[in-house]
């Protein structure tokens, strides 16, 4: 399986956008992109994922280079709220049947008031 | 409406006995997903259904493990004699069939949060 790196931990001023990297240097043609966030006492939750182009949704958007090999979660202004651990995470849409999701370490965003 | 339950929140046991661990999916959703998260570990997957049928087990880690769903809705996770290693919180999560094209969005519950002691 493709892997993916981020940085282990980041810091952002409150009411600040926040530019979240992920290399994936090994990415295939069918690998989406997802990512996840988790929260503190929570479990993860989705935030947006992408194929080729940029998407945009109310959480977030995702910025995918043009040959795929790393992508940028933005968050637009960052509250307190957005304070969790954030996974990047491939998954292959020709790999049928295989639906688990592959989290590595995450990025542990701290937001500072 | 109603996200992904599980029950208990919390759960202290001894070493060596049964446990079992229950996930309510959201309804309709007729995939259902176990991970555990333990310091250190991080978060690993355990197994997959799709309604009752589970096409992936591969990250039970010891026949102790075991897991069943019926009607395509609730699911149990049961861990037999359980050790110490055990501890972590097991999170279930539910989607609505990806056919495949790996897109689907997973909603994760609570957790459980297993205690051996």
């Known amino acids: 399986d493709a892997k993916t790196t981020q940085p282990n931990s980041m810091e952002s001023n409150e009411e600040e956008p926040v530019h979240l990297p992920c290399n994936h240097s090994?990415?295939?043609?069918?690998?989406?992109i997802h990512w996840y966030r988790q929260l503190p006492s929570q479990g993860p939750e989705y935030v947006i994922h992408?194929?080729?182009s940029n998407v945009n949704n109310r959480m977030a958007s995702l910025a995918i280079a043009e040959d795929r090999k790393s992508s940028t979660l933005i968050l637009h202004r960052a509250t307190l709220r957005d304070a969790a651990v954030y996974y990047c995470?491939?998954?292959?849409?020709?790999?049928?049947?295989?639906?688990?999701?592959?989290f590595g370490t995450g990025t542990r965003l701290t937001i500072i008031p | 409406g109603a996200g992904v339950s599980q029950s208990p929140s919390n759960k202290v046991t001894e070493k060596g006995k049964d446990v079992e661990l229950r996930c309510d999916p959201i309804?309709?959703?007729?995939?259902l997903y176990w991970y555990r998260q333990s310091l250190g570990q991080g978060l690993e997957f355990l197994i997959y259904?799709?309604?009752?049928?589970?096409?992936?087990k591969s990250g039970l880690p010891s026949d102790r493990f075991s897991a069943e769903r019926t009607g395509g809705s609730v699911s149990t996770l049961t861990i037999q004699r359980t050790q110490q290693e055990d501890s972590a919180v097991y999170l279930c999560?539910?989607?609505?069939?990806?056919?495949?094209?790996?897109?689907?969005?997973?909603?994760f519950g609570p957790g459980t949060r297993l205690t051996v002691l």
């Open positions: 090994t990415i295939s043609g069918t690998d989406y």
């Open positions: 999560a539910s989607s609505l069939a990806s056919g495949g094209r790996q897109d689907n969005e997973q909603f």
């Open positions: 995470i491939l998954r292959d849409w020709e790999d049928f049947g295989n639906e688990k999701l592959t």
């Open positions: 309804s309709g959703h007729t995939a």
């Open positions: 992408g194929l080729t």
């Open positions: 259904f799709q309604g009752n049928s589970a096409p992936d």
